[in-house]
């Protein structure tokens, strides 16, 4: 595989229609969907009963503060739902412009994103078939260990031995089999992916089934795994140094932006409108720039991977009528 050439006609793809970066940045929605940061602040009675519209009324805020904490969670789970099915679509929509465009044909925001609904069910059923036997696999190895460490403690509060020395009596190899097994599933969550990879790819251009298509992508991976295992790694090379050109940008943006509001407040002074108005557009510009990044990066990954499915299959899509619009949008 001559792989210069394979990056430089993905980048024509991705930069030269510009409706991909927007297909990208679509696609990027639902990897990025998370609840911010690990933090959280476990708030007791004292607490709630130390704040002064809350004195006395304890009984009748803490159900309403409970149902409003269960309405939040549902109503983020929903948009959680929406913003996966959303990249499903898109990243679909990406493989289909992709080739199309490759093939010196022509395809529009509104063909990929068309393609991609209508093979939204396919999707749903493939990422169900591949991921969840995983996730569950995860969540019985994390049972397993949470089982193990309950019975150690029990075990040695029924003996009257401490609990700390019962966990190190059992903690060495507990943790050695945890790792083991936890690596063994990285791999094969690992080897997953990439089956995946074009698994979706066979899915979308040559209409196989949810089956069909992983059977697909396993053929294609496994005879032609070395040219695979080369583009992953300079896949991840690309990452790696595009990781390190934001940080190069971003960290100064932020410095910048952040710099003399900190000064103020490390010096106890107030602060004013126009260190909370750079603070602000500095965010903004950082967020911006940050999608428009991810956007660009997220297109021209799958292009990539999309047209080495094509040159791995070397077959071309059956002329079946379709009409694709002239202009990007």
Known sequence: MDYGNLLRRSWQVTWQYKFMILLGFLASLGSGFSNGNGSSYRANANDLQSVPFLDGNMDAVLPALGALAMGAFCFLFILGIAFWLLKLVSEAGLIDAAYHLDSGQESSFRTAM?????????????????????????LLIAALLGVSVVGAIGGAAYSGQEALGALAGVGVGLIALFCCLMCGLILLGLAVGVVYTFAQRALVLEDQGVVGSIRRGWHVVRDNLSEVIILLILFLLIGLAVGIGVAVIMIPLGIFSVG???????????VGGFEIALMVLGFLVMAVLGAAIRSIYTSF???????AFKDFTEKQLPDVGKEFPATDM
């Open 301 to 307: 990954h799958s292009s990539a991977f999309t047209l």
């Open 260 to 270: 003399p509001t900190a000064v103020r407040l490390f010096a106890g002074e107030q």
């Open 114 to 138: 068309s393609t991609g609904w209508h093979k939204l069910g396919s999707l749903v059923g493939l990422n169900i078939l591949l991921f969840w036997p995983l996730a569950l696999l995860a």
